[in-house]
């Protein structure tokens, strides 16, 4: 009987195995074609204060629709391009068009806001990002100061000395730097000072309990505390509800971005969004 079970768990992994195999190899083939085929999008979420309710700034997120019309998530194909290393092609693109765009939406006349691309590990550590930014300041003359970068805690643990180097270049640049999904990684908030941070992105999964899990509220104020003595601002993701943000003011988290305010938009819509948009001082 035991025996049979484990042959059937064995028959389930390996189809499961194969059929994720398959599909990694596909996604993997399709990405080498993407960049060229231009099926890359930028959606860009809102980030807002919570004291005035003003738009503060965006985060720059890619959408890849294929040529038959399916919109695959970045959490499907971002991990497979990291691991091939195509995530530097696909990561250099996004920084060039949210630079590209945020230009176009200051020349404009629009709000003036800061523009948050993510980085990954290997665009951080495997290529010459502070060359690449440098460069992409200069095509595209949107102004540094307007350009916030994004690391996860995994890239700057993976060679902390480097790292540090690297940060400190990209701030003599003038661009912001922040932490993404602060509290996934295995970094500690002491651990947090000697890298040059001036933002602090709380992750979304400690956002998401409250204000039904006192361990995430605990965890969530504590966080907010740190950051503020480390001299570093907060924003809270994926923030959806009332509850939530009213929790967040209370403990005078800086920023947040989340359905609450608005889900990721296509450029225009972002646009359409920002000029119409009238601060709600309540948050
Ligand atoms: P992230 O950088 O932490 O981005 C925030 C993610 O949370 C986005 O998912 C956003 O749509 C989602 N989100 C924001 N507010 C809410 C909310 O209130 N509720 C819910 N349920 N979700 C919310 P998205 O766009 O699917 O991106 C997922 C991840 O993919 C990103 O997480 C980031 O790690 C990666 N990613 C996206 N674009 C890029 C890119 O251009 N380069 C790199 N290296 N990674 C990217
Ligand atoms: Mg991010
Ligand atoms: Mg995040
Ligand atoms: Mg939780």
Request: proline share 5%; aromatic share 10%; hydrophobic share 40%.
């Amino acid at each position: 009987q035991a025996k049979n079970e484990g042959r059937n768990c064995f028959k389930y992994f390996s189809e499961e195995l194969t059929r994720a195999a398959r599909e990694r190899i596909g996604i993997e083939f399709r990405l080498r074609q993407a960049i060229e085929n231009n099926e890359f999008r930028v959606f860009y979420q809102p980030q807002l204060a919570i004291g005035s309710g003003e738009i503060i700034g965006a985060e720059a997120l890619i959408r890849w629709q294929t040529a038959g019309g399916e919109l695959i998530p970045p959490l499907k194909f971002i991990p497979i391009a990291e691991e091939t290393g195509l995530i530097s092609n696909i990561g250099n693109w996004v920084l060039k068009e949210a630079c590209r765009q945020g230009k176009e939406w200051l020349d404009a006349g629009l709000p003036r806001i800061r523009i948050a691309v993510n980085l990954s590990t290997h665009q951080f550590l495997h290529s010459d990002i502070c060359a690449i930014v440098a460069n992409t300041l200069a095509e595209t003359g949107f102004p540094a100061d307007y350009l916030e970068l994004e690391l996860t805690e995994s890239a700057l643990m993976k060679r902390e000395k480097e790292a540090i180097d690297i940060l400190n270049r990209l701030h003599e640049l003038g661009t912001h730097l922040a932490i993404d999904d602060f509290g996934t990684g295995y970094s500690s908030l002491a651990y947090l000072k000697s890298f040059p941070l001036d933002i602090l992105k709380i992750d979304k999964s400690f956002i998401d309990d409250i204000p039904m899990q006192n361990d995430d509220m605990e965890i969530t104020a504590t966080i907010i505390a740190m950051a503020k003595t480390l001299r570093m601002q907060v924003i809270a993701e994926g923030v959806e509800t009332p509850a939530q943000m009213a929790f967040l003011s209370s403990r005078n988290c800086d920023f947040y971005q989340g359905y609450f305010a608005s889900k990721p938009l296509p450029a225009d819509e972002f646009a359409a969004f920002l000029r119409q948009h009238v601060p709600d001082p309540v948050y």
